[in-house]
């Protein structure tokens, strides 16, 4: 019936332009005998609105009625499934109100909302993942904890892998929920431990395969992470993260497959934008004497392949690039990597940018590289390439 859907004083979304949605409320329903009906709606902005609808399509749901509102007390529910009303502003409304009062996770079923707070927030401490640890879903606040939890507990019971699949826009916040869920995984007990959660202190003292694990991330961002327009460090490719169990849930390795890098980014970033970090970690952190022989700098404007964004590209507010050189390096030792071996890739990084300043003068039919070039001389040298050859390449 008409009036079970809409009645006086029932509350209502209509479409704005300035705030998406606002609320309303209808002010009178008339039904008349042949069940044709006028609605008049009353917005917050004062506007009213008049629909001539017919009980069919009030029961059907026709396109153009206004979404239902949800009672308040569900405005704030911590599951979008208990909503009475699903629809887009009721979703959008809890949502914000629940981000309102500092609660940035919302579940919609089995699936866990996650807005950005942008700012350091205190709910992934080691006295949170404890809280979380052998705990349900629904016991506690909607929280990433909570689905690496229920992924583990599966894992253990089942004894089959378990997926979670991270998603959404640049900027939302996927690389810093990964990470979350990794930093949980390397820090619960096994179910059969005497605890389930580590107490602080063995926190601090994990294992050296979850040191490993943990540190593949400063890794992949220095080597796949950019700045962009949208995200300051935004990763430039898409990744699958396994994590291995043994058959007493303790951690036993990781592997990663990486997807899709970037690649064009390496010769050309868009104004306000970065080459990959690690490029400015490596002129800004390399020690004097590497820095020299490898013919680096700190003033990145001497590289075109770096200075393309601009100079309000870097640096990034708040990153010390010669800092997150020193732990790029402790994270490519603690994953096995040598200290010769490092070196060897920073050579390849320098003759890259070296590459890019090489001058290639263009003649009628032909160009030419001037022997003399110094670019080309330390990028042929690094790369291992004989100086003529690498002119000889036709293009
Ligand atoms: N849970 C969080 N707490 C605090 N800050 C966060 C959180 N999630 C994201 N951020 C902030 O938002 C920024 C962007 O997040 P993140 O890099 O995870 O996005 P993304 O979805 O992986 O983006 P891209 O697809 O561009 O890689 C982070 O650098 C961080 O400043």
């Known amino acids: 019936m008409a009036e079970n859907i809409y009645s006086k004083g029932t509350k209502v979304w209509f479409p704005d332009k300035e705030l998406s949605w606002i609320s ?7 039904r008349n005998p042949d069940d044709t009906v006028k609605l008049v709606f009353v917005d917050d902005r004062g506007k009213e609105t008049t629909i001539n609808t017919t009980v069919k ?39 914000r109100n629940r981000y309102a009062q500092h609660s940035i996770y919302t579940y919609s079923g089995i699936v866990l ?79 059969d431990a005497k605890s389930r959660a580590r107490t602080k202190a063995s926190l601090d003292e994990s294992s050296e395969v979850e040191r490993q694990i943990l540190a593949t991330n400063p890794v992949l961002e220095a080597f796949g992470n950019a700045k962009t327009t949208r995200n300051d460090n935004s990763s430039r490719f898409g990744k699958y993260i ?23 980014r390496v010769v050309f970033q868009p104004l306000t934008e970065r080459n ?26 001497k590289f075109h392949y770096l200075k393309q964004g601009g100079p309000s590209s870097t640096p990034i507010n708040g990153v010390d690039d010669g800092e997150e ?10 994953i096995g990597i040598s200290v010769e071996k490092q070196w060897a890739v920073f050579k390849l990084l320098s003759a890259l940018l070296h590459l890019g300043n090489i001058k290639i003068t263009s003649m009628r039919n032909d160009s030419s590289i001037d022997d003399t070039d ?17 002119q000889e390449v036709d293009c």
């Open 374 to 390: 110094p670019a080309l001389q330390l990028s042929t040298r690094f790369l291992g390439v004989p100086l003529a050859d690498f």
């Open 325 to 334: 050189f020193r732990q790029t390096q402790t994270a490519l030792s603690t």
């Open 57 to 95: 399509e009030i029961k059907d749901g026709r396109e153009g009625l206004p979404p239902l509102r949800n009672p308040p007390l569900l405005e704030t529910a911590d599951d979008l499934a208990t909503l009475s009303h699903l629809n887009e502003p009721s979703v959008l409304h809890t949502i």
């Open 24 to 30: 309303g409320e209808v002010t009178s329903l008339t």
């Open 113 to 191: 909302i996650a807005m950005n707070p942008f700012q350091r927030v205190t709910l992934y401490g080691p006295e949170i993942i404890q809280a979380y640890s052998g705990r349900r879903r629904g016991e506690l606040e909607p929280h990433l904890f909570a689905i690496a939890e229920d992924a583990y507990t599966a894992m253990s019971r089942d004894g089959t892998g378990q997926t979670i699949i991270v998603s959404g826009e640049s900027g939302a916040g996927k690389t810093e929920s990964a990470k979350y869920i990794m930093r949980y995984l390397a820090s619960v007990n096994p179910p």
């Open 242 to 264: 396994q994590i291995l169990f043994d058959g007493k849930q303790e951690i036993v390795g990781a592997r990663i497959r990486t997807y899709l890098l970037e690649r064009s």
């Open 276 to 301: 990959y970090h690690i490029f400015y970690q490596l002129c800004a952190g390399a020690p004097l004497k590497e820095r020299k022989d490898l013919g680096l700098d700190t003033d990145i404007t």
